[in-house]
């Protein structure tokens, strides 16, 4: 069918991996991958459905992209957590839409499609225990730099706040040799940095091996030529080991980053969240770590408003945050999802006071990011060279302690043309809170 595709990627890159996939399906099918929505004549929306605020985006783009039906658009399609988990709401609620397709049907894309055309609106939910749909190609969106590996899908952790376990279904982890199998395509694609991604890293391996097993991945990943970089994104805190802790301080082409989820510090919010560690253990393991590995750069995500947090429990997370100086922090206000245990916890916090929270905690984290670039100035830096600024002056990249799409980038002058996708030595000359800026000190090396 020779019809052009558009497709519109929402959320985390767990999804992007998603829609990479099934751009890799259609694109063997033989359509046509177009980048611009008006030049599409069948446009996809995976969305996200995590929090309120995902979901809204996921709503206000799909309506944006019903409006192209008027024009060139013939099919407007919804797949992905949204479509999971409000199946038939969408089709109601949304007539432009022609076909909903939820995360145990990725594999389907092409097949929906075409019965899209023959007339008819379309719902298809299929098995959310397989990984087979992660086996197939894709088409890589980030450019030549770096990709996302998607090694697990699904999720056991019992949050309450959460809903993913119920919209991508139990933990099921990939084996070694596929995700092998896939970094070495990526390599021959010129990728150099592969971020390693699933709903919990740390405990890769478990239901397949029977163990834990991302250090063994992680070694067979270094071997393949032409990586030079591997990350690794949602690391558990309560499955950070010291078997990991070790491979991290001592592989090469492991970059010294860790993103750790950690919500809270608080013992009486963490209960209730569910989470099986506690505050002396984060505290311990953040300890650990820094001891372990020099230069570790830590990256971490935060709730406020969770019902029943007490301004103490509040208090006390400030001064948690005080204490470690987080290198990368994000926080989220507590979203009331439905179908999950925390939405019929008693002791909701209001908006507003969830909102002060959340904005004095950005602000403490604001004067903690200023501080640990500044202590950046002077020293040099291994940067990833990805592109040129709209001035035309600077370069930007990364260094191994920046993961891209979440945190700050480097932009540098050079008296040569560089090369894209190439390495470069940049010594920092400038620094505000979120960006810093160097001078490249000699020639790019591939």
Known sequence: MNKKIGLVSLGCPKNLVDSELMLGLLKTGGYEIVSESDEADIIIVNTCGFIESAKQESINTIIEMA??????????????????RYRQMILDEIPEVDAVIGTGSYGEIAAVIEEAYKGGRISRYGDLTGTSYMEGERVVSTGKGY????????CDNKCTYCIIPSLRGPFRSRSIGSIV?????????????????????????VDIYGKKSLVELLRQLSQVSGIEWIRLLYCYPEEIDDELINEIANNDKVCKYLDIPIQHSSDNVLKRMGRRGTGADVCRLLETLREKIPGLTIRTTLIVGFPGETEDDFSQLLQFVEKYRFDRLGAFMYSKEEGTPAYRMRDQIPYRVKRSRHDRLMKLQRDISAGSNAKRLGKSYRVLVEGVAEDGIFYYGRSSREAPGIDGLIYFTSSEPLEMNSFVEVKILDSDEYDITGEVQHEPSK
């Open 67 to 84: 409006a192209f039906k008027e024009h060139k658009c013939e099919l407007l399609i919804v797949t992905g957590c949204m479509a999971e």
């Open 147 to 154: 990709a996302y590996l998607k090694i697990a899908e699904g």
């Open 181 to 205: 199998q896939e970094a070495e395509k990526l390599a021959s694609l010129g990728i150099k940095e592969l971020i390693l991604a699933a709903q919990d890293t740390t405990r890769y391996g």
